[in-house]
C-alpha cells in the first residue's frame, strides 16, 4: 500500500491539529455529528472550527460541541463484576482496549465572524463529510465570542479598554482563552446573574464591580445589598489593581440603615397606599384629595402631621376615615424612622463616577427595602431624564444599578412598589444611560417583563425546574444545549449569553481581587461565640417591649 | 518416589499421540484421524480425545522447535462400508476422503488451530502466542494431547493474566458449537488453578460473556 502522500509546508494540508472530520448531517439543520479517538478528549461545549467557501471566499466556520457519545467500546456485560477492570476482560479475551474507543459528537454551526457585520453569520451550509475539524484557536475565540465588534478575528482584546475581565473558557486551561465582556453593553442593556444559592452570584457581581471600578472604567455604581456582603469592597480604595496614573483610585462609599430616609413628599400615592394596612374606599378617596392638596403646595418638606392637618381641613375635623387614616399614617409612617419631612439620601453623595455606592439595608425590612429603592431609582431616572435633555440634572454620567434578591424588587406577583419604575427603566433606561443589573436566586420568581429585559445574562448552577424554565423563557440567547448545562455546574462556572456575547460560552468566573464578603456563617462558631458572651454577662434584662410599632405590618417576601 | 515422572509428563516429546492429520477445511481448521488400538500399542482413550481436549503439533521452523496449539471442536464417525455417501467433516463437494484412505471404521477429530508456542530445551512450552498460526500442518503430522500444565501455560501471559486471544477466532471456526469448545477449556483451566486465584473471577466474567452471547445467538435470550 502506498503511505499517505502529505505535501509538506502547507498548513492546510497538515492535520497534525485535527482532533476529527464531520461523519454527516445531524438531527437540526445547524447540526452536523463528527468521530473522533479516544485520546482526543473534546468535551461538550468545546468551539471547534472548519474551513469552508462561502461566496467564494475561505472562511472559517465556528461550531459548538453539544453532546458526546461512546460509538464504540467495551460491551457493558464485562462490567459483570465490579471487582474485575473491563480491561482485564477485554485482554483476556484480546479485543483491543487501549485507545480504541471511538466517540460521535454533535456540533451546532455558530457560523463564521462577519467583519462587516460584527458577529456570526451563518454559512447556511453544512460541512461535507470528511471535513477535517480542528479545535478553536484561543486568541480568535477572545476576539469572537464577546460581542466586542473587532474588525478582525486576531485583534487582541487584552488591549481594548472598557471591558470586564469576567473569566476563562471552562473547556480550556485556566486563562488561556480569557472572556472579557464589553461593560458597555451589559451596563446598558441590562444584566441578570440568575443562580440556585452558593452558585457565586454575589461572587461573579463582585467581578463585574472590581472590573467596572478599574481605572479604565471608572463607573458610578449604586448597589442595593440587602444581606449586607458588599462590605469588602472597600478593598478596592487602597488595592494597587485599582490604582490609575493619576491617581485614580475608586470611592467606596456605604450607607447604612441611619442614612437611608425617604422623604415623605418623594413618596407618589401608590406608594403610600401600598404601605398602609387595608384603606377603606373612602379612606384612599380621602387620602388622594389630601396628598394632591399637598403636592400643590411649595413646602417640599411636610410630614404626616401637615397632612392629617390638610385633610382634616379638607373633610373636617371628626370625619372618620380621615381619623383612620391618621391612625395608620401614624403607624405605618411616623412612626418608621425610614420616613422623614425634610432628610433624604442626596443623590449627590451615592452617585458619581468612580464612586461604588453600597446601600446595606441588611437591617430593613423587605418593604422598606422596596420603598428606597423605589424612590431611589425613581430620583436618579428623574435626573438621568434631565440629563439626556439637557436639562439641569444632578446625575451627569451613566448609573449602573445593581440588585441582589432581584425578585424582591421585582417580583412576579404580589405588590411591590418597586416594579414599575424597575419595569420603565429595564424597557427604556439605555436611552438615558441607566442599567441594571438583576440577581436573584429565584428567577421564576421575577417578573417577566423585567427579566427579558435584561439583555446580558450569566446563569450559573440551577437546578429547580420552574427556575429552569423561567430561564428558558426569558432568555433568548439559551439554547437547550446550554440549558442542559446548567444542573451540572459547580460554584464560579457560569453560561454568559446575550448581548455582551455574539454566542454563549461556559465560563470559569475568575477570581476576585478583593475579598469576597458573603461567605456561609458557621452555626458552630456563633454559638460558642454567643456563649461566651452570655457568660461574661450573667445578669440579663428584657428589652422592653415597645408593641408592633415599629413593624408595617406586610409580610416579607 | 513419584517426582521424577513429573517432568516427563509434561515434555512434549513424551505426550500422548491422539492421531494424525489427513486434510484440511481451512487454514484454521484439519481433520484428524484418531488412532486406534491397531495403530499403536498406546492408543488414545475415549476421554484423552474428548470434546474440548487441547492439543498440539510439534513443527520445527527454520530449525526451532515449536508447538502449534489447537484444541479438538468436533468429532465424527466414518464407516467405509457405509459406501462412499458417508457424512464427512467437511463440505460434500470436498472429495478429501479419497477411497482407500480410510479403509477402516475410524474416528475423526475436528482441530481448530488456537495459536503457537515455542519449546524450551527442557521441552516445555513457552512464549504462547494467541495469533494466527502463519503455517499450515501437513498431513501425517502427529497431534498429540496437550498435558493440563501445558495448556494452563499457553494461556498465561507474561505477568499471569489469562488470555483468551483466539476466543473470536474460534467461535468463528467452531462454528455452533464454537461457544461450547471455549466453555470446556474455560472449566479445564478452572480446575487448573487455586480457587482463590484472582483469575477465577476473570473466568466467571468470561464465561457468563460467552453463555449469554450464545443462548442469544440461539434465540433462547433475545
Ligand atoms: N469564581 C469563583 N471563584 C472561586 N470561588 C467562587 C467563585 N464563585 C463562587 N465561589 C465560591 O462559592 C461561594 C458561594 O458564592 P456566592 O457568590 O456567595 O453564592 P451566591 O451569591 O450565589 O449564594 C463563595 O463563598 C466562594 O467561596
Ligand atoms: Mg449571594
Known amino acids: 500500500m502506498a503511505s499517505p502522500h502529505r505535501s509538506g509546508g502547507d498548513s492546510m494540508n497538515d492535520r497534525s491539529d485535527v482532533i476529527g472530520a464531520v461523519s454527516g448531517p445531524g438531527d437540526n439543520p445547524n447540526e452536523f455529528l463528527f468521530v473522533t479517538p479516544e485520546d482526543q478528549a473534546v468535551k461538550t461545549g468545546e468551539f471547534i472550527t472548519y474551513t469552508v467557501t462561502v461566496e467564494g471566499e475561505s472562511r472559517d466556520v465556528f461550531a459548538r460541541v453539544t453532546n458526546r457519545e461512546q460509538i464504540r467500546g467495551l460491551p457493558d456485560t464485562f462490567l459483570a463484576d465490579p471487582a474485575v477492570a473491563p480491561e482485564t476482560i477485554a485482554a483476556t479475551l484480546g479485543v483491543p482496549h487501549d485507545d480504541t474507543d471511538l466517540y460521535q459528537l454533535t456540533a451546532m454551526v455558530i457560523g463564521y465572524y462577519d467583519t462587516m457585520m460584527s458577529t456570526f453569520a451563518n454559512p447556511r451550509q453544512l460541512p461535507q463529510t470528511g471535513t477535517p475539524l480542528r479545535i478553536a484557536p484561543a486568541e480568535q475565540l477572545e476576539a469572537v465570542l464577546p460581542n466586542l465588534g473587532v474588525a478582525s478575528t486576531t485583534a487582541d482584546v487584552a488591549q481594548f479598554d472598557g471591558l470586564a475581565h469576567t473569566g476563562w473558557l471552562l473547556n480550556r486551561p485556566a486563562g488561556e482563552v480569557d472572556i472579557r465582556m464589553p461593560i458597555d453593553e451589559f451596563a446598558s442593556t441590562h444584566l441578570a446573574i440568575l443562580a440556585s444559592t452558593g452558585s457565586g452570584k454575589s461572587y461573579t457581581g463582585g467581578v463585574l464591580i472590581e472590573e467596572m471600578m478599574l481605572p479604565s472604567s471608572r463607573a458610578a455604581l449604586l448597589i442595593f445589598d440587602p444581606h449586607g456582603e458588599y462590605d469588602t469592597l472597600s478593598e478596592m480604595q487602597t488595592h494597587s489593581a485599582f490604582e490609575g496614573d493619576d491617581g485614580y483610585q475608586p470611592d467606596v462609599v456605604y450607607f447604612d440603615e441611619d442614612r437611608l430616609r425617604i422623604r415623605i413628599s418623594e413618596l407618589e400615592l401608590g406608594d403610600i397606599m401600598a404601605i398602609l394596612d387595608n384603606p377603606s374606599d373612602r379612606m384612599q378617596e380621602r387620602l388622594a384629595g389630601g396628598w394632591r392638596a399637598m403636592q400643590n403646595k411649595d413646602s417640599r418638606t411636610w410630614g404626616v402631621d401637615e397632612l392629617v392637618e390638610q385633610m382634616y381641613t379638607m373633610y373636617g375635623e371628626d370625619d372618620s376615615s380621615v381619623g383612620g387614616l391618621e391612625w395608620r399614617l401614624r403607624r405605618s409612617i411616623q412612626r418608621n424612622e425610614l420616613f422623614q419631612p425634610d432628610a433624604n439620601v442626596p443623590l449627590d453623595e451615592i452617585v458619581a463616577a468612580g464612586q461604588c455606592t453600597v446601600l446595606n439595608m441588611e437591617t430593613l425590612d423587605s418593604r422598606n427595602q422596596q420603598l428606597i429603592a423605589t424612590v431611589l431609582l425613581r430620583r436618579i431616572y428623574r435626573e438621568r431624564l434631565n440629563a439626556m435633555r439637557g436639562r439641569e440634572s444632578d446625575i451627569e454620567c451613566p448609573v449602573f444599578a445593581l440588585f441582589e434578591e432581584g425578585h424582591r424588587f421585582a417580583p412576579g406577583s404580589g405588590s411591590a412598589p418597586s416594579i414599575g419604575i424597575l419595569r420603565t427603566i429595564t424597557s427604556e433606561g439605555r436611552k438615558f444611560g441607566f442599567g441594571i443589573g438583576i440577581i436573584s436566586q429565584r428567577p421564576s420568581k421575577i417578573d417577566q417583563d423585567v427579566l427579558s429585559q435584561c439583555g446580558t445574562q450569566i446563569t450559573m448552577k440551577i437546578r429547580n425546574p420552574t427556575d429552569q424554565e423561567a430561564i428558558k423563557k426569558s432568555v433568548e440567547a439559551a439554547g437547550e444545549d446550554v440549558l442542559r448545562e446548567l444542573p451540572g455546574l459547580t460554584p464560579g462556572q457560569a453560561v454568559l449569553s446575550g448581548d455582551a456575547m455574539n454566542t454563549p460560552a461556559l465560563v470559569q468566573i475568575r477570581k476576585r481581587l478583593t475579598d469576597h464578603g458573603a461567605g456561609s456563617l458557621s452555626a458552630t462558631e456563633q454559638w460558642s461565640e454567643t456563649y461566651d458572651r452570655q457568660q461574661s454577662q450573667p445578669v440579663r434584662s428584657e428589652p422592653a417591649d415597645f408593641g408592633g410599632g415599629e413593624s408595617t405590618g406586610f409580610e416579607e417576601l | ?222
Open chain 2, 1 to 222: 518416589m513419584t517426582i521424577e515422572t513429573q517432568p516427563e509428563d509434561t515434555h512434549v516429546d513424551n505426550c500422548l499421540a491422539l492421531g494424525s492429520i489427513v486434510s484440511s477445511n481451512s487454514h484454521l481448521d484439519y481433520t484428524v484421524e484418531i488412532y486406534k488400538e491397531t495403530d499403536r500399542e498406546r492408543a488414545p482413550q475415549i476421554d484423552e480425545r474428548e470434546f474440548g481436549q487441547p492439543v498440539f503439533i510439534q513443527k520445527s521452523v527454520s530449525g526451532e522447535p515449536y508447538l502449534v496449539m489447537g484444541v479438538i471442536y468436533n468429532t465424527q464417525l466414518v464407516d467405509p462400508d457405509q459406501g462412499r455417501t458417508g457424512t464427512r467433516l467437511a463440505q460434500s463437494d470436498q472429495g478429501q476422503f479419497t477411497p482407500g484412505y480410510i479403509e477402516e471404521r475410524t474416528t475423526l477429530a475436528g482441530v481448530a488451530l488456537l495459536g503457537t508456542a515455542r519449546v524450551t530445551e527442557d521441552g516445555l512450552l513457552t512464549d504462547p502466542s494467541h495469533e494466527l498460526p502463519r503455517w499450515t500442518l501437513e498431513v501425517d503430522d502427529i497431534v498429540c494431547q496437550c498435558p493440563d500444565e501445558l495448556t494452563k501455560t499457553f494461556h498465561m501471559n507474561d505477568e499471569g493474566d489469562l488470555q483468551f486471544a483466539y476466543a473470536d477466532r474460534i467461535l468463528n471456526v467452531g462454528g455452533p458449537l464454537g461457544s461450547d469448545v471455549l466453555l470446556s477449556i474455560i472449566g479445564r483451566l478452572r480446575s487448573m488453578i487455586a480457587d482463590t486465584d484472582k483469575n477465577q473471577r476473570v473466568l466467571d466474567v468470561v464465561e457468563q460473556n460467552i453463555t449469554w452471547q450464545a443462548h442469544t445467538d440461539r434465540g433462547v435470550i433475545r
